[in-house]
């Protein structure tokens, strides 16, 4: 699958040659087996809460969470293909926002994990541990917690907080100790959610309208007018972005090693890799 085979305006092919490029750091993942230990659990006000007791937890909990965000970003970017090939702009940004949360996962992993390491509190590993696990979003809302759907569940980690990790990521990146003004991610989000909501933003797309002295004629039609050129150039740089903190959390976070006695060490052949083959990837 080469994006560049897609038939799109000529100013998104330096996109498209990126995304094929970063789509080879794939071939570099080799999917370990994940033994996961019987795990000690507590429920209390239906609320459940993972005992981390053994480096083995942890093991799990790493790969198994990392696993899952990088096999669904992958997914997801196939499916924005299709919806590509098939000039599908309402799609690709449906899609593209959930390819966000899941790299804004990999980047709250990291985060969280350093948080934990910098303030020596593994209660904040240990609680966040049991929301990647166990989070349900019926918990969040009180009137489904006593539902069977909720029941020995935790509520979810936040969205707020993966969109955020995000543009946290780029701050730590940049030189000289100025932080960027902008939230790009979260300003990404923010206009994404316009289409996956309900409201008269996303509709107008597939409108055209008539204005006249005594109010507007509004004509809905099955094909979207997507803004061409500037649309698919806008959402095609932020699928880049995506991928190059989502995969380079994804290393980093799969960089550090836990062993018994619960000792972390991190693996620096796959933190280098990050940076020399992800986040420099097109820098001249």
Same mark, same amino acid.
């Given at each position: 699958?080469?994006?560049?085979?897609?038939?799109?305006?000529?100013?998104?092919?330096?996109?498209?040659?990126?995304?094929?490029?970063?789509?080879?750091?794939?071939?570099?993942?080799?999917?370990?087996?994940?033994?996961?230990?019987i795990q000690i659990r507590h429920?209390?006000?239906?609320?459940?809460?993972?005992?981390?007791?053994?480096?083995?937890d942890l093991k799990a909990w790493?790969?198994?969470?990392?696993?899952?965000?990088?096999?669904?970003?992958?997914?997801?970017?196939?499916?924005?293909?299709?919806? &590509?090939?098939?000039?599908?702009?309402?799609?690709?940004?449906?899609?593209?926002? #959930? #390819?966000?949360?899941?790299?804004?996962?990999?980047?709250?992993?990291?985060?969280? &994990?350093?948080?934990?390491?910098?303030?020596?509190?593994?209660?904040?590993?240990?609680?966040?541990?049991?929301?990647?696990?166990?989070?349900n979003s019926f918990y969040n809302?009180?009137?489904?917690?006593?539902?069977?759907?909720?029941?020995?569940?935790?509520?979810?980690?936040?969205?707020?907080?993966?969109?955020?990790?995000?543009?946290?990521?780029?701050?730590?990146?940049?030189?000289?100790?100025?932080?960027?003004?902008?939230?790009?991610?979260?300003?990404?989000?923010?206009? &994404?959610?316009?289409?996956? #909501?309900?409201?008269?933003?996303?509709?107008?797309?597939?409108?055209?309208?008539?204005?006249?002295?005594?109010?507007?004629?509004?004509?809905?039609?099955?094909?979207?007018?997507?803004?061409?050129?500037?649309?698919?150039?806008?959402? &095609?740089?932020?699928?880049?972005?995506?991928?190059?903190?989502?995969?380079?959390?994804?290393?980093?976070?799969?960089?550090?090693?836990?062993?018994?006695?619960?000792?972390?060490?991190?693996?620096?052949?796959?933190?280098?890799?990050?940076?020399?083959?992800?986040?420099?990837?097109?820098?001249?």
């Amino acid at each position: 699958m080469k994006f560049t085979a897609l038939k799109l305006p000529p100013n998104c092919l330096e996109y498209l040659e990126k995304i094929d490029s970063l789509q080879e750091v794939y071939d570099s993942i080799k999917f370990e087996t994940v033994f996961e230990p019987i795990q000690i659990r507590h429920i209390e006000n239906g609320k459940m809460n993972v005992q981390v007791t053994s480096y083995l937890d942890l093991k799990a909990w790493q790969k198994e969470i990392a696993y899952s965000s990088i096999v669904k970003m992958r997914t997801t970017e196939n499916s924005i293909y299709s919806s &590509l090939s098939n000039d599908d702009f309402y799609t690709f940004a449906i899609l593209l926002r #959930h #390819h966000m949360e899941n790299a804004g996962l990999l980047a709250l992993l990291v985060d969280t &994990l350093m948080e934990s390491f910098q303030k020596k509190d593994f209660n904040i590993l240990n609680k966040f541990i049991s929301k990647t696990w166990f989070g349900n979003s019926f918990y969040n809302k009180p009137m489904f917690r006593d539902s069977d759907e909720a029941f020995g569940t935790i509520e979810t980690v936040s969205i707020s907080a993966m969109i955020n990790a995000l543009d946290n990521f780029l701050e730590s990146l940049n030189i000289g100790g100025k932080k960027p003004k902008d939230k790009s991610f979260a300003n990404n989000y923010t206009w &994404l959610c316009q289409f996956a #909501h309900p409201n008269a933003t996303s509709s107008s797309f597939f409108t055209e309208t008539n204005k006249t002295k005594t109010g507007t004629y509004i004509n809905f039609k099955w094909n979207g007018n997507f803004i061409a050129e500037e649309g698919y150039f806008r959402l &095609l740089s932020m699928l880049v972005s995506n991928m190059i903190v989502g995969y380079a959390n994804f290393f980093i976070f799969l960089s550090f090693e836990f062993s018994e006695g619960m000792t972390i060490t991190q693996n620096q052949k796959l933190a280098i890799y990050a940076y020399d083959n992800i986040l420099t990837r097109f820098k001249q």
